[in-house]
């Protein structure tokens, strides 16, 4: 009786530690191929830069169709930042949410495929005060799951 109730506890521990185990996966970002939009990429940091822009941060990202990427930057009070999304030329839908610490939305920008700019969302924002803020874009393609996109986050610093 003991060696069954020993043998049933083992494997509920067993159960229950493998659960635990698989629930501490870490999610990692993965970059991928920009070379589709490396023209706009270097057109664009180069147009910031000479309007006295510095790149704080950049990033290739990997995302999935119709899925929001959440990006948490710090920003400083009563700093000019500018945010750049590029999406794949191909996905059809274009979207950045931005949110403060609150969770309340600040920004909400969408592009459509035949718009003029395309894939490129572009919004400046002064934060009101010194907290991080979540940034969240998005892409929809009728023929592609996994999509390349590529963020940047400049701030004014002349």
């Not at 506890?9 to 993965?30: D, G, N, P």
């Not at 949410?97 to 490129?120: A, L, T």
Request: aromatic share 14%; hydrophobic share 40%; charged share 20%.
């Amino acid at each position: 009786m003991k060696t069954r109730l020993f043998t049933m506890f083992f494997a509920l521990y067993i159960v229950l530690s493998s659960q635990e185990v698989a629930a501490q996966e870490i999610i990692r970002q993965e970059s991928c191929n920009t070379t589709p939009f490396s023209t706009q990429i270097d057109s664009l940091k180069k147009l910031f830069s000479s309007k006295g822009f510095i790149v704080l941060r950049e990033a290739s990202i990997s995302m999935q169709s119709e899925y929001e990427l959440p990006i948490v930057v710090p920003m400083t009070q009563g700093g000019l930042y500018e945010f750049v999304f590029i999406g794949e030329p191909s996905s059809r839908l274009y979207e950045v949410r931005m949110y403060d610490w609150n969770e309340k939305q600040v920004i909400y920008q969408k592009k459509m495929w035949g718009d003029v700019d395309g894939n490129i969302i572009s919004y400046a924002y002064i934060p009101q005060f010194s907290e991080y803020h979540m940034i969240k874009p998005v892409q929809i393609n009728k023929t592609k799951k996994k999509l390349c996109g590529y963020v940047i986050l400049l701030k004014k610093v002349k």
